[in-house]
Every structure is written in structure tokens, then in C-alpha cells.
């Protein structure tokens, strides 16, 4: 399934969930992955939401690097 | 006459003031009430923080011994102390019942339990399983109910459950522990118990459909007064006002809970407001519920011998072997893959294989995935995960792997130029074919690298597919065993 990460497409396996999108997307654009369980993410409203919440195909979230 | 028109009067008060329903003429409460309910979602297992829960239950009970304690689903799964029990996930249920949650609707993870011990846990619950799409074959003891109706302090509260379903028509869970069950859609559900808002003076949702379908169901049916939401694990502060429904829900294992209060008068819900209690940050425990889930926490279960090594494990790759076999025989795959840095001891004695010493090796919690891919692809992915792991090659079963590496200053592995993929039996693979692979989630994550297929979720996760695996084996003997054999070249 595709969703967005920092409004960039990321394919990633059905049923992940925030923390595998997350840590694809750091990964592809070479950033520190050490701390990735403490970073803030927000759905595409706004909202925060945890790393173990499910995705599914199109979702869109956001994190401060 | 005058004692005559004396009970008239008070009977007349006695009718108006209590909810009932006689036939269909529903007489509604008609004093100003405030309800109050205690939400929480997504709990996962957490029961470190359940003393908390009910430290924060026992204040709001003091202001009102009426409190509505509801979960939306998902109690279980993301805590080997709790999912992992001697009846697995019966902590949370036991703490439940002591704290008084009077109900709960079901979350996907519930089926992550086998049907037999989902049938045991609902037996074992003190308070129902609210859920009115899901419809268990009878013979399989899963009951739960579509609604049910609470006297609150006279006021008639319907709460009506749902579950989420997935493009397949099914929660997201193991589909082995779904055969049996028949799901209907959320929408169709809700219409056909619309008819309840006529029944009763408060009408709530119990959700576990995530916030987006929540706010949907809002804008279709203003008919609820609230919906209680799990799934997405999304942190409303307090509640949002959708369509003039409120929505709560908050992040996942008990970081917060929804304090919600409703106000009733003549029968209609005229206010709304809600605040998020912070539970795993509370210094107040209630202490006898603190013992409980330390005596939870001292598991025997973690001590059960699960399998026999008849010879000890000496190297990571005996043991990651192990861990491949795992993945590939419990998911009917062809190959089984973890990353290295996912095998966290390298040494076993030979006897006695338990629960903690699989919890130790693979304490991740992490998903499975199966894909089906080509043997370009499974190189490609194998060569992705030596490169995000480290420079450490992934081991794997089902094949062998031989790999040539460039040496860094340090005479170690830096850059792959050749691997040779072959079957257990030093076959090539056939070029023509896609193998079902299963790699744990992480490692599937990880190696970033071109592939059709990108996977689905198995719905195991891959310590509870080893201590299957060992149990089905019952002895084991990896000494010598070799799945990757590495060469520096100059």
C-alpha cells in the first residue's frame, strides 16, 4: 500500500503501521534513526497519534525531524 | 378522592421522572442529569498502567458512583505479560472486572486470540462485549451483543458497539482466527439499530472503525450523542463536536483516558464536554490493583518449558536459524528471513528451551510479513537489509546464501558484490517462480529495495510463531547448522 510520510509517497506492506512507514521513510532520506520512537506524529489532521497505530492505504502523517 | 388524586400525582411524578419504555410509548427522563462516562481505547496489554486507571476511576466513582467505564477495543496484544498469561490475556480481563469496566466493544486484536480462548476470555469478563457486526457461529462460544441499554441514575443510555473492517471484509487480525465469523458492514450496521435512538434518552456509539470513520458516521447519523473511538489511536483533546456528535479517543495503551459528561434534561442531551485524564504519567495507584498486577507480572507462564534443545545453540547464526525455521513453517512459506541484529543472544545451553528465553531472543514484539517475490527480488531485499542492518547479512531459511563482500579498513564487510542464492539442497532457484517469503516486519521495513510485492501483515507476531514452533517440535538440534556462508575478497 502507498501512503505519505512527510508528504512523500512511501510503499510499504498492508497492515503496518506508523512506526514501519516512519522508519522506511528515515531510512530513505539518510536521517538519524536512533531517537525514531521518540518523534511526534500527527495524522493528516493534526491530531498526534502513536507509533504503533495502524495505517491504511493513502493515510498521510507528519513528523518533525 | 383526595388520597386517590394524591398517588395519581405521584405516580405521574414517579413515570415522568424514571426512563422506561412501555410498548413502544418510550416515557424519557424528564429531571437535569449529568452522566458521566470513563473511556479508554487501544489499552494493548498495558497493565503496568492499570493501577492508575483505577486510582483515576475511584476519584470520579467519589463524585459519582454512577460512572460509565467503556473500553473500545483492542485490551489486548503488545504485552508478553499479558498476552503471553497462562490464559492469555486474562490479566486484562481480571483487571477490568476489578476495576467495574461495564463494557467493552471488540477491536481486531481481540481475534488475535484463538476462537476457544477468545470464547474462555468473554467467559471470564464480568462486563459484555458490545459489538453489533460481528456474528460467531454458535458453536464457536464467542458471545457478544449488538447493544445494550444502562439505567444511569434513571436515565435510559443505549450504547450500540462496531468494529472496523478491512478491504477484505474482515477486522484486521489473523484470518485463521476468523473462520466462523461473519462481519457486516459498519454503515448498514448502524441503520439497522437506528430505531434504538427512540428508545432511549442517550444514544452512544462504542467504536472501534478509527477517528476518520468515526467523524464519518458522525456527519451520517446525528443521531448518536457520542462516540467512544478506538483504532487509529488518535489523540482527541477532550472531544471534538462532529455534526453536533462528540467523538473521543486518545493514544494507545493507556497514556490518557477520555473523562466525558453528558447533561440530560427532559430527556435530551443538552451539554457535552470532555477532558483527557493522564493515566501512565499519574503518581495515583490504587494500591490493591498495584499488588494484582505485580503478582500478573511474577508469570509462571514465562518459565514453561516450550521445547528441548538436545544440543546448545553457540553462534547468532544457529540461533537466527532457528527464528527462520520459525517464521517460514509456522506461515507455510518457502523462506523464512530476520535481520542479525534481530537475534539477540548467540549462545543456548543444551536442555530446557522457555517462554522468557524466546521472549529474550526475539523481545520486539514485531509483526510478520509474507510476500511473494522472485528471486531477483528476495536478492535484492536480502542485499537492502545487509545494508540497513549494519553491514550484517541477514540470515534466512529455506535458502542458502553465499556472499562476497569488499572489505573496509577494517577488514570487515562494506559492500556486497556477489550472492548466490541456492535451496536447502544446493539447488538455484528457479528464475521463473515467486516464493511465499515471511521476514519479521522490521526486517521486511528495513530492506528498502524494488519488489511487486510489498507484503501483508500475517497477524502474528513472530515470538508467539517461535514458541509455536517449539512446542510443535517438542526437541531441537541446530548445533552446526549454516544458512549464510560470507567471503571478504581483495
Redesign the interface.
Known sequence: MIVKVNNEEVRIFKGASVKHALLRYILRIKADVSNIEKLQVKDCKGHQIDQDAPLKEGDSITVKL | MKRLLYLFVILSFIAAGCSQKKGNNYIRASYKTDIHIVSGN?I?GAIENMPMLAAAVDSLRAIDKSLLVLSAGDNRT?NPLNDLYTIPAFPMVALMNYIGFDASTFGNHEFDSEQPLLSKLINLSNFPYICANVFPDTELGIQNIPYKFFDVKGVKVCILGVIQL??QGIP?SNPDHLKGIRFEGVEETINKYLYLRDQCDVFILLSHI??EDDCAMAEKFPQFDLIVGG??????EGGELHNGVLITQN???L?RVTHTILTVENGKVTGKRAENIEISSSKNKNPFVAQIVEKFSDNPELKRVLAVATAPFSTYEELGLLMCDALKEMTHSEIGFTNMGGVRYDTHPKGDFTVDDVLRLDPFGN?V?I?ELTPKEIEDMLIACFY?DRNRFPYTSGIKCDVEYTANAKNEPEKVVKLTLTTDDGKPLDPNKKYKVAGN??A???S?SPRED????F?SISSDLLIKFLTEKKQINYSGRRCLTEHIVK
Open positions: 487501544d494493548h503488545g478491512g478491504i484486521d478509527g477517528y483504532h487509529t489511536h488518535t489523540q482527541i493514544v494507545n495503551k497514556q509483526g510479513v510476500m540497513a516486519a522490521y521486511v521495513t528495513v528498502d510489498e507484503g501483508r501483515e497477524g
